[in-house]
């Protein structure tokens, strides 16, 4: 079996997928736990059953007494949590508590954070995807011990059966004859072949159980981007063509509406990353999306698809899509569409002009921004004389930020609320125990998302969240901020989107993201 | 047996000695032992565990103490030893030492190993997705190895002994490390003979024919005692029992979801097999036939067993589903706390898929005798063993 860990070892590398987004599994949340804002991250194990880390920062000064974490299964017919954890306060940090999930079964869960203090509680709600994205490799100096451990007890096991035969039966200080030794090294040969017919069983085990594991790694559904052309207008085609979502008996639960869209769609350049849409494909069945495309210059573009399911699950489809044809004329399929052909600002720093004149900038400071760390992503617009403005909400949040490294390993879409879906976080805010039937709850938030129409950026909203549907329509902040922490080192691109005066307008920056030390 | 005929009162008389090494072998056997079936408790009451929980902790002082101890003892012998410790031992690498020494020796580095192993998978493929893994198992193979080793130490005291009637307490002490063996097989058998529930479906019989006798009867050719497998048997009953009593009496609260059932105390192990009716069988056996017929007594043997554990526990296991059986005494009727309760509880699982049919019983005595005729050969190796 060790032989096996050192064949690991030598493949060596940790793959990373993740559910939503690509290349980060970690979640970021800001928002609200009743009177208390907090920011809540959660390091995802990796693998299910794993265990999760979980740490809580209150962002106000505020007494609080105890901070309480709970994940619950989506299905309300398994769920049946036991009762919340108490996070600990983290040793020198008044305001920082940590926590251990545990999460045992693959699929979506809804973290509740209450925090217990002088004003009262107050839950926030943060959706967690429980998937096994990476396959952990033996590291070298574990792999020579158990080797060597291994040759150890083989060999003592060999050697305690020639003992046995030997010299255990004889009486006190007898010598062994001959035919006992003969018998000895017979039995210690039979031994020889059984443990190692046993060691090589117990190989093939292990093989087994990581062939499996690395089977049920997560992967997002596939999907296959086509384009065709109509009456001169290009129009992009995503399909859902995985075989467990055509399938129509398929485990998976409906799509429901994010930001009032089934589908986000980012379209961004191969390599050079100059050229960037955000779209908004319309359904023609569960299976099939069109969205017009843009007048993007030719090229290869890959294509990130963020979907969430009623089961509150979010994941990122990719897919290539070459672009080989002129774009004519575009006339939008969904108003909250956008695109740009800005191909970064390493030359003029921190501050970029945007589309309608005004500007934007990233007050990322003077420190190198580094792996793990908590990225200073704040963002100031301000109109042609140079005052803050006030920005309108887009699809619900005062900006999205989407940000990819360079060669496509890392790509992921915030918000305000960091990098949780906020159609995730309301299916675990108003699931009902009697939404055991697919579709139920999909279509009371469709419903939902017809009714309240666009609104402001702010705190409110069931589930604690800047912006959260349901909340008071709030004028969105001059200023923008994303929770988030870079999750590998590398040179990135940032597009930072937001809305003023019904346009929407797109900020481009460049930033080199160091190692974590 | 070379004892029945002289009088208790007179083996009684001698006082044994107990090597400080032999008890702490015996300690440690008995904390692993603990360990684990606390642990199965654990997971079945609480769920959700780390490394330092007191059960694995029970478990790893077994590793560790036996490991010690014999550690230490080989060195003395090696080192220091005088010429009659040094011949009551064996050679390995160089090194003297008993060989239940190395037995227990060999476990306690299987152990060790096992830990960071263990941990290591849980970190790699998830935690506990199978109970059933190769760290598991080499923590098995070692805790089964310082048991064995325990078993060989006071073994060879028994056989060293000059007089024709060894000290009770070797006997006793040899029966309860027997004991101890028929727990690991309870153990592993969880799921096929551990609840009463399964007492009316064949694989019970199967599993209990082919997995018991060799214990027994080993016990009954190896251990010199009037009664050395009721013995063995009792002790196997009272195991169970004294950790039934206890574990109910620790508070408990479930920590994983799902929680379908709210338990708040912790689930003791299932109600012990009556083995003592089958083993009171064996003895009977082996004592009217005596030695040198061991394939017409492995025959017998397997067949007594069969015979007796069926009726025993075809009728017994409808009294522990039975309302009577409800209590603290017999601890039944306790279920994990992810179960959803039912009226499953109190009926015969897999009675109707799995039925005890006259084949069924017939290959259920096959195994039996094979397993009686593997514990004869062991019990004669025991019998012989003196180092």
Redesign the interface.
């Known amino acids: 079996?060790t032989g096996r860990g050192v064949r690991l070892a030598v493949v060596g590398a940790i793959s990373l997928v993740a559910s939503a987004h690509v290349g980060s599994p970690d979640t970021y949340f800001e928002g609200t736990a009743g009177p208390y804002p907090v920011r809540v991250i959660v390091r995802s194990?990796g693998?299910?059953?794993?265990?999760a880390q979980i740490t809580v920062r209150l962002l106000a000064p505020q007494e609080v007494r105890r901070v309480l974490v709970l994940?619950?299964?989506w299905d309300p017919r398994?769920?049946?949590?036991?009762?919340p954890?108490v996070a600990e306060r983290v040793p020198g940090d008044s305001t920082l508590y940590s926590a251990a999930l545990?999460l045992?079964t693959g699929g979506s869960y809804g973290v509740q954070v209450t925090v217990e203090g002088a004003v009262g509680s107050g839950t926030a709600l943060v959706p967690v995807m429980a998937v096994?994205t990476r396959?952990?490799a033996?590291d070298k100096p574990?792999g020579a011990?158990?080797l060597a451990?291994?040759a150890?007890?083989f060999i003592?096991?060999v050697?305690?059966v020639g003992?046995?035969v030997?010299?255990?039966?004889?009486?006190?200080?007898v010598p062994p004859d001959r035919r006992r030794t003969l018998r000895s090294h017979v039995a210690m040969g039979v031994a020889t072949v059984v443990l190692a017919l046993a060691l090589l069983g117990?190989r093939r085990?292990?093989n087994g159980?990581?062939a499996a594991?690395r089977t049920g790694l997560f992967q997002p559904l596939h999907a296959t981007a086509t384009l065709r052309t109509n009456g001169g207008a290009r129009v992009l085609r995503l399909a859902i063509d995985d075989t467990s979502w055509t399938n129509p008996k398929r485990q998976w639960t409906p799509l429901i509406p994010d930001h009032g869209h089934l589908v986000h769609l980012f379209l961004v350049r191969d390599s050079t990353l100059a050229g960037f849409a955000h779209l908004h494909p319309l359904p023609l069945d569960s299976i099939t999306f069109e969205s017009n495309l843009p007048p993007l210059e030719s090229g290869r573009y890959r294509l990130y698809a963020d979907i969430v399911h009623e089961s509150g699950f979010a994941q990122t489809l990719v897919s290539m899509v070459d672009i080989s044809s002129a774009g004519g004329s575009w006339r939008p399929s969904d108003a909250d569409d956008a695109w740009t052909a800005e191909n970064g600002q390493r030359a003029t720093g921190n501050v970029v002009t945007l589309q309608d004149g005004s500007t934007m900038t990233w007050e990322r400071g003077d420190a190198p921004i580094r792996v793990d760390h908590d990225a200073p992503l704040q963002f100031v617009v301000a109109d042609p004389k140079g005052q803050p403005v006030t920005l309108e909400p887009y699809m619900g949040m005062a900006g999205h930020l989407m940000l990819a490294r360079t060669d496509g390993a890392v790509f992921v879409h915030l918000h305000p609320a960091g990098t949780v879906s906020l159609a995730a976080a309301e299916t675990f805010a108003l699931r009902q125990p009697g939404d055991t039937v697919r579709g139920a709850l999909g279509k009371r938030l469709t419903a939902m998302e017809k009714g309240s129409g666009e609104q402001g950026a702010g705190p409110g909203g069931a589930s604690g969240m800047p912006g959260a549907h349901g909340g008071e329509p709030l004028p969105a902040p001059r200023s923008l901020s994303f929770p988030y922490a870079f999750p590998q080192p590398g040179p990135y691109r940032l597009w930072v989107q937001v809305k003023r005066s019904g346009r929407i307008l797109t900020g481009v920056f460049d930033v080199e993201v160091r190692p974590a030390s | 047996m070379t004892t029945t005929a002289l009088p208790a009162a007179r083996a009684a008389g001698r006082a044994a000695a107990l090597p400080w090494y032999v008890a702490a072998a015996l300690v440690a056997a008995t904390s692993a032992k603990v360990g684990v079936i606390w642990d199965i408790s654990w997971h079945r009451s609480i769920g959700r565990d780390t490394f330092w929980t007191p059960a694995h902790m029970a478990i790893y002082l077994g590793g560790v103490l036996a490991g010690l101890a014999c550690g230490s003892l080989v060195l003395k012998t090696t080192f220091a030893g005088t010429p009659e410790d040094r011949g009551a031992s064996v050679r390995f690498w160089g090194f003297r030492g008993p060989l239940g020494v190395w037995m227990s020796i060999w476990g306690a580095f299987a152990m060790i190993t096992s830990a960071p192993f263990d941990n290591w998978w849980h970190n790699a493929y998830g935690l506990d997705v199978k109970v059933l893994s190769p760290p598991h198992v080499l923590l098995a193979l070692g805790i089964w190895a310082i048991q064995l080793g325990a078993l060989f130490l006071v073994l060879s005291l028994q056989n060293r002994d000059p007089a024709e009637e060894p000290p009770r307490l070797y006997g006793l002490l040899a029966a309860y490390m027997i004991a101890i063996l028929l727990q690991n097989v309870a153990t592993i058998g969880i799921e096929q003979v551990g609840f009463a529930n399964l007492a009316h479906n064949a694989v019970y019989y199967k599993v209990a024919a082919g997995g018991v006798p060799f214990l027994l009867v080993a016990a009954g050719r190896g251990i010199r005692l009037r009664w050395p497998t009721t013995t063995a048997a009792a002790c196997y009953m009272a195991f169970s029992l004294v950790l039934i009593w206890i574990l109910q009496l620790a508070p408990a609260t479930p920590k994983l979801a799902p929680v379908f059932n709210p338990v708040t105390h912790l689930i003791p192990p299932p109600f012990p097999l009556l083995l003592v009716i089958p083993a009171v069988a064996i003895d009977l056996v082996m004592r009217r036939m005596g030695r040198n017929r061991d394939w017409r007594l492995s025959v017998l043997l397997g067949v007594a067993f069969l015979a007796t554990f069926f009726v025993t526990q075809w009728f017994f296991t409808e009294f522990l589903l039975g309302p009577h059986a409800r209590n603290y005494f017999f601890g039944v009727d306790q279920w994990d706390y992810s179960s959803r309760l039912g009226p499953w509880r109190y009926r015969f699982w897999r009675a109707d898929t799995n039925p005890v049919t006259p084949t069924a019983l017939a290959i259920a005595a096959i195994l039996a005798v094979a397993s009686a005729r593997i514990g004869l050969w062991w019990g004669n190796w025991m019998a012989r063993l003196r180092r």
């Open positions: 079996m194990p693998v299910v059953p794993g265990l994940p619950v299964y398994t769920a049946a949590p036991p009762p954890d545990w045992m096994a396959r952990l033996l574990l011990a158990l451990l291994t150890f007890l003592g096991a050697t305690l003992a046995a030997k010299e255990s039966g004889l009486e006190p200080g117990g085990w292990w159980v990581d594991y």
